[in-house]
């Protein structure tokens, strides 16, 4: 038996859209849009069940609805992230360019995260924070496995952040926690959970949240305001609010899709080819001011730096952040926050000598090392975190599939130790010869 949509729902929606609400509703009782978005790897293999191109985004594909494609190897390689059509609006609207200071601040999963990443080239810096501690680590995982290594990810509350970073971020996004009306056709469950005074209480939390937000944004700078809902009072309403009470700041249009917007957009399902989603783009006014470079953290010693070279050579500054040697851009003092991941982590140095880490391999610039290519049987083994025998490699190897590394081992006396992830390692399942779960 299927759900019912909510009957207030259903009242509101046709005062916002009149006779256009009942298209609205048979559109939510169809099926949901599947849709990828390739990141900045490369691998020697096609992606099957890919059709169209989503018009909001670059590089990215509809799903035939029963594609495999989430259970695949090149899925664990961060080949491309899964990602409905509509979500990809709001970064498609910030629009980072490469250098700039971005702000990501209610990031989890990260799907806008790493979409964020490829628009900035990999070329400045990414803040993405995500204040639920078994989301940021989620967050945290999908950053590694897309292989961005310019992003510290953060786990605090938005006033703190506000604290420490006023005036700081060119481009922030705020992709606000909602009711979620946009995903009552994918998530037909949550029509239970929506209520009329679930809408007040999260209009209420996101204008707490777009006022920390305002406060990062540097003059001249710009903010997406977004969520995965419908109705008025969290989208439009909360614009007016955010203009009234923040005067400096005020809607600007864009170009999507070959089609200018003044300033908001609502993406209905039964208009656009996705869930629902909701994107406002604001600037606030002023000139940039020159930023003050900040203060690094502690670089690393000598003998961390000589480690790290006779292990791999790498381009660009090493920093340390706690034990583990890092690479990231510039960025402000990090001291009493709570940091997840901070840029690249390489590794740290060891009694033994320097031990890479899982992110460095997966990175977009991975060590030097040899590569084992490996069959699909060997793949599996891998992924499952079995040993490899009759290896002829010796010392750390990159392994890897279709050209798409997966991960690091070591090799000595002919086998090859898994150094993949315990966290990430498949327990079951055979894979065919298109890297999918059977």
């Not at 990443?117 to 999908?142: D, W, Y």
């Not at 590694?144 to 700081?168: C, D, I, N, Y």
């Amino acid at each position: 038996m299927s759900i019912p949509l909510p009957e207030a729902f259903c009242r509101v929606m046709r005062e916002q859209l009149g006779s256009e609400a009942e298209a609205l509703f048979e559109a939510l009782e169809g099926v949901h849009i599947r849709a990828l978005r390739f990141g900045d790897k490369k691998a020697d293999t096609e992606v099957p069940g890919l059709l169209s191109p989503v018009p909001y985004a670059l590089n990215a594909y509809e799903l035939e609805k029963d594609s495999p494609a989430g259970r695949s190897w090149l899925h664990d390689g961060g080949l491309y992230y899964l990602q409905e059509p509509a979500a990809m609006v709001p970064a498609s609207v910030l629009n980072p360019a490469p250098g700039e200071s971005v702000l990501d601040l209610c990031a989890a999963p990260g799907g806008k995260s790493t979409q964020l990443s490829s628009l900035m080239r990999s070329r400045g810096l990414l803040v993405c924070n995500e204040v639920v501690p078994r989301r940021a680590q989620v967050l945290s995982g999908n950053l590694e496995r897309m292989g961005v290594g310019h992003a510290l990810v953060t786990q605090e509350r938005p006033e703190k952040l506000a604290q420490r970073f006023p005036g700081f971020f060119d481009a922030v996004l705020v992709d606000a926690p909602c009711s979620g009306e946009g995903m009552f056709r994918r998530q037909a469950e949550s029509r239970l959970e929506w209520s009329w005074d679930g809408v007040r209480g999260c209009q209420s939390r996101q204008r707490e949240i777009l006022s920390c937000a305002v406060k990062m944004v540097r003059l001249g700078g710009r903010l997406v305001y977004s969520t995965c809902t419908l109705n008025h009072l969290e989208n439009e309403d909360n614009v007016l609010w955010l203009e009234e009470n923040f005067p400096d700041f005020h809607r600007e249009s864009f170009r999507l899709a070959g089609e200018e917007y003044p300033g908001i957009l609502t993406c209905y399902p039964h208009r656009f080819r996705g869930e629902g989603q909701f994107a406002a783009l604001l600037r606030r006014g002023g000139e940039t001011e020159a930023r003050v470079p900040a203060p690094l953290p502690p670089p690393v010693s000598r003998e961390q730096k000589q480690a790290l070279f006779s292990f791999s050579p790498f381009e660009g500054e090493v920093m340390t952040f706690g034990q583990i040697l890092v690479s990231l851009p510039e960025c402000p003092p990090l001291q009493g926050l709570r940091v997840l991941r901070c840029g690249l982590h390489l590794g740290q140095v060891r009694n033994h000598g320097f031990e890479p880490d899982h992110a460095w391999a997966m990175s977009l610039t991975p060590p030097c090392l040899p590569c084992v290519d490996m069959c699909e049987e060997e793949a599996a083994a891998y992924l499952r975190g079995d040993v490899l025998r009759e290896r002829p490699e010796r010392g750390w190897v990159l392994a890897r599939w279709k050209g798409l590394p997966l991960g690091l081992g070591k090799c000595s006396s002919g086998v090859m130790k898994n150094h993949y992830p315990k966290g990430l390692r498949r327990t079951s399942g055979q894979m065919d010869e298109t890297g999918l779960l059977s």
